[in-house]
């Protein structure tokens, strides 16, 4: 039996609440009901978003809370993930108290990604590791202390968590051996610092990820996640571009890769800059929000809820 989906949300106009000239403008029919073919069985929602609380007026982790909360209730089934940078300013006890506070009331439904603020004073990550994992656990779902990358099933998918600041090459050994050992015909990656940026400074390209890129697309990967920029990001079905000398945050535009998702809006107020347009962005929103998939066994819709808990993006697409 189908389990009854939550109603979907009204499209709204995506490009109106961006502040990138760049984007194609929605166009008087933009508000629509979609009727989703993700699904002919039961589909599994799966919402979260990066760079989210901390404590203080700064912070609006509580309003984007009630976001994924609404959508937890609503289905058993549902879970949520965090794409890093979850307890600013630095992971410490007081910063995890905060996000306790707000995500932390579904902190037994969500799979953890951890980013730069998490380990930027206590390189150790005790205060992390200790919240996610428990006091003194060595190894739980999201990981081994010290490690913190995990893999999980959703249905139908396997969806891969990262660790972004350590261990890369060991990841990428991992990572390959596992999409090798657990096939499915859709696949998620989600980590913190996103590879394929424009931007400079702190906002720079991650380019030592260029192998879990690799891994992932010669495995027929569907969907990667990240956070660190603050604001929300979509681009086309693209693939790292192994044309020799290039650049390692280069890409072509391929209908068999990856689409990208960076969903930094978490909860940090301060949004970050968007840097000139690629050729494969699609849309560039810049606001607090978070990323809600529905999951299906061939296929998945995303839908990019502001904090109103309007959509003001929205796709479907098959697996590969």
Known sequence: MTRPRPRLLLLAAAMACSSDPAGPPPGPDAVVVRRSFVSDTIPHPF??????????????????????????????????????????????VQDWNCYNLSWGKFKARTWFSIGNHELNLD????????????????????????????????????????????????????????????????????????????????????????????????AHGDVVVTGHAHHYRRTANIRPDTTAGALAEATAIDTGGYRLFVEGGGGHRSLSPFPPPLAYDEVRIKSNGVLKFTLGPRAYEWERLDTAGVVVDHGERGCH
């Open 47 to 92: 919402i979260g978003a990066g760079d989210i609380a901390g404590c203080g007026s700064f912070y609006i982790d509580e309003v984007t809370a009630r976001l994924v909360a609404s959508v937890l209730a609503a289905d058993t089934g549902a879970r949520a993930f965090t794409a890093g940078d979850n307890a600013y300013p630095s992971g410490r």
């Open 123 to 218: 390189t150790a990550g005790t205060a992390t590791y200790n919240y996610v994992l428990g006091p003194g656990v060595d190894s739980a779902e999201n990981g081994r202390r010290g490690k913190f990358y995990h893999a999980h099933d959703l249905g139908a998918w396997r969806i891969y968590f990262l660790n972004t600041q350590r261990n890369i090459p060991e990841q990428t050994a991992w990572l390959k051996a596992d999409m090798a050992a657990n096939p499915r015909a859709c696949q998620m990656m989600i980590f913190h610092r996103p590879l394929h940026s424009a931007g400079t400074g702190e906002l720079a390209p991650a380019r030592p990820l260029k192998n879990w890129h690799m891994v992932f697309w010669k």
